[in-house]
């Protein structure tokens, strides 16, 4: 998957479920008496291997932002987001979703304040192969209008690349290309590492940086902005966004973790950051005066099967 400016390919998260095979184990008869013409019969047995079974996971997050990529797609108001995936073989299933409990963009003469403002479909697979994990996989974005009388946004579909590196960082390069409204490229590396503290508790660290290049400066999340966090007719080409996030999954069961979670996510850059205040959400009468760098989290209640 090349562009003429594409300098990086990154990693996307995808889930990886493969069976583990039988060992093989020799063993002498005891049985056999001493004068046997084969002094003492081996036998050798092998166990097969064990069949993989479909899994699955049912998710829910409360979180006090909705980011991504770059994009500040909520302000002031939790965000529920439940998510179920069934995975098989290597291949996935996943369905998302977000409910905005206070959207920004409503007006304040309107009663409902509460929107179902996307769902998306995302069909993936991933292979291991020795310490590199491999995957692929495509996304379809439905959205809603953020409140009654609003023009619904164009859905968007995506496809992504994966490579990762079974080592002590866990490493990753994803690349994620928007085809039908949108046409931009996002690239991301990303690492990661886990303090297991106990069979219950542990605390996972990662980081993350994006890439942009877009393909219609006519979009806002495609566009570069100059110093003025005002949208220009140049296409954006730059290092977008960095996230740290740490996270505390307790596994209150063997099917049931709660994971308390929280990330900052900052520009990388000052064109980045005319970006990302130029695509912020909040109503000033700068742009400059528009925030570049959020700090958010919740928590994530997750099941199992």
């Known amino acids: 998957m090349t562009a003429p400016n594409l300098r990086y390919v990154w990693t996307v998260f995808l889930c990886l479920w493969f069976m583990m095979t039988g060992a093989l184990q020799a063993h002498a008869d005891a049985t056999k008496p001493l004068n046997d013409t084969a002094g003492k019969a081996a036998v050798e047995t092998t166990k097969p291997a064990e069949e993989e079974k479909p899994t699955g ?12 990529k770059g994009a500040e797609l909520s302000r ?9 995936t069934i995975g098989y073989n290597g291949f996935t299933a996943n369905l998302w979703g977000s409910l905005d409990t206070s959207p920004y963009q409503t007006p304040a003469n309107l009663t409902r304040k509460n929107t179902w403002s996307e769902t998306d479909i995302t069909l993936s697979y991933s292979k291991t192969l020795g310490m590199v994990n491999l995957g692929a996989g495509y996304s379809y974005f439905a959205y809603n209008p953020p409140y009654d009388g609003a023009a619904r946004p164009d859905d968007q579909q995506e496809v992504n690349a994966t490579v990762g590196l079974n080592l002590l960082l866990n490493p990753t390069l994803t690349v994620y290309k928007m085809f039908d409204k949108g046409r931009r490229w996002y690239i991301q590396m990303g690492v990661s590492y886990v303090f297991e503290f106990n069979k219950v508790v542990s605390l996972k660290l990662a980081g993350t940086g994006g890439y942009l290049i877009g393909g219609d400066a006519g979009s806002a999340s495609e566009a570069r902005f100059d110093d003025n966090a005002n949208q220009t007719t140049d296409k954006y080409n730059a290092f977008l966004d960095g996230v740290l996030t740490a996270s505390l999954p307790v596994k209150v069961t063997d099917r049931i973790t709660i994971t308390p979670t929280a990330s900052y996510a900052f520009p990388l850059g000052t064109g980045a950051k005319n970006y990302m205040q130029g695509n912020g959400m909040e109503t000033v009468t700068k742009s400059t005066d528009r925030a570049s760098s959020f700090l958010f989290g919740g928590v994530i209640m997750s099941f199992g099967f």
């Open 76 to 84: 002031s108001s939790a965000v529920i987001q439940p998510s179920m």
């Open 57 to 68: 996971d049912v998710s829910l997050a409360v979180l006090s932002k909705y980011y991504s």
